[in-house]
């Protein structure tokens, strides 16, 4: 039968996982993994930043924040034509999931609208679409699923006592809020955070706890690990042991067994080997192509390498008719 999806962890239990021996973690995740998923299939999605830059948000990690000097040029809204261009040859090289995403506090009705035509156009190419474009309003949910989003994400970023120490400039509610009006409209949740941040690891599990509370299982969980760009203030934060990182994710799989955990942000400063480690420990979803929003990834040419020496390969867009949802207990298998 497979694990229980629970929406009543508690911080014990989570710290509990955490404090697991490393190989028995490591077990727990991949028995977990294997249950819902086929552990040679790794979702693989691409992003594109569509308006980068000239945030107004103090979000003491990004680049993108207009009150931090990173060097970064603020750009304004990009051109259909070009995001269809992006969105091509990233089906060309095997993503099967386009992510756009906007430095923007939240977005302004008209460019909602903008956003709405570029996601039917990459959909109409065939391929998943996501957007990241800050708080939204539910008319403004509501308006992105007719244009025919799948995702929309909205990190926690982290846990509830540490995201004042990270952002000052709104409020953890004001994420979940965000969530709610997705939800309601239907869209399906891209939802997960950041570690690296100088946080402890009682806060890494406060974020575990908080994602897996919530009213369903973000369908994507991004575990990121901090890109450190210079001028940002998490610049110089002490580097978080790779070990702790593939806890985060094992743990993470252990807690929300039917979603797609995410190696996120970070695999250009990571080994093979750790990427490997994450795979085991039940990572399923990467971010591929030579760029994340403005930082750097690993090129396609190196991720496909990587695949072929793991033996993995891209997983197939799961038809909506055959979408097991996030939250839905599969039955045990009937003996035969
Ligand atoms: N502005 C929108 C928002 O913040 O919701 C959407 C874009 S924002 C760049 C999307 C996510 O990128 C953030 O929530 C954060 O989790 C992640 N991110 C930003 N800068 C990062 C960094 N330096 N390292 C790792 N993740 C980062
Ligand atoms: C997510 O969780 N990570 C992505 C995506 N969702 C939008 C963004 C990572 C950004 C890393 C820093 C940059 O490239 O600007
Ligand atoms: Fe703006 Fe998003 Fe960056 Fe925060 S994470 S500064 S909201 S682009």
């Known amino acids: 039968m497979p694990a229980v999806i629970r929406h009543d962890w508690t911080r014990e239990e989570t710290l509990a996982l955490f404090d697991l021996p490393f190989p028995e973690l490591l077990h727990r995740a991949s028995l977990v993994h294997r249950e819902r998923f086929d552990p040679t299939e790794v979702q693989v999605s691409t992003l594109l930043s569509i308006k980068t830059g000239g945030c107004p948000e103090d979000c003491a990690y990004c680049p993108q924040s207009a009150r931090y000097s990173t060097g970064l040029k603020a750009e304004k809204l990009m051109a259909l034509d070009d995001v269809i ?7 060309a090289a095997g993503a099967t999931r386009f992510c756009m ?3 923007w506090r ?4 008209k460019d909602v609208a903008e956003v709405a035509k570029m996601v039917g156009a990459v959909k109409a190419m065939g391929l998943e679409t996501c957007a990241t474009l800050g708080m939204l309003k539910p008319e403004q949910a509501a308006s992105l699923k007719v244009a025919g989003l799948d995702y929309y994400n909205h990190n926690l970023d982290t846990a ?3 995201y004042g120490d990270v952002i000052k400039t709104r409020e ?6 965000t969530l709610e009006a997705v939800r309601t409209a239907g869209l399906k949740t891209c939802c997960g955070g950041i570690v690296g941040m100088g946080e402890t690891r009682e806060q890494r599990a406060g974020l575990l706890q ?5 009213p369903e299982h973000p369908g994507s969980v991004p575990i990121n690990r901090l890109v450190q760009v210079e001028g940002t203030p998490l610049h110089g ?4 042991d ?8 094992a743990v993470a799989r252990l807690m929300m067994p039917a979603s797609m955990v995410r190696l996120s942000a970070g695999r250009n400063e990571m080994s093979e080997e750790l990427q490997a480690l994450c795979f085991l420990a039940g990572a399923n979803s990467i971010f591929y192509g030579e760029k994340l929003l403005t930082t750097g990834n690993p090129d396609v040419e190196a991720d496909q390498a990587l695949f072929a020496r793991l033996g993995l390969k891209p997983m197939a867009v799961v038809e909506e008719s055959k979408t097991v949802h996030a939250d839905i207990v599969c039955p045990a298998p009937q003996a035969a």
């Open 85 to 91: 261009a992006k969105a091509a040859a990233a089906k």
């Open 101 to 103: 995403g906007a430095a």
């Open 106 to 109: 939240s977005p302004k009705d």
């Open 160 to 162: 509830p006592e540490f």
């Open 172 to 177: 953890y509610q004001d994420r979940l809020d």
């Open 210 to 214: 908080t994602l897996a509370n919530l």
């Open 237 to 240: 934060t002490a580097l978080l």
């Open 242 to 249: 790779p070990f702790e990182f593939v806890r985060t994710i």
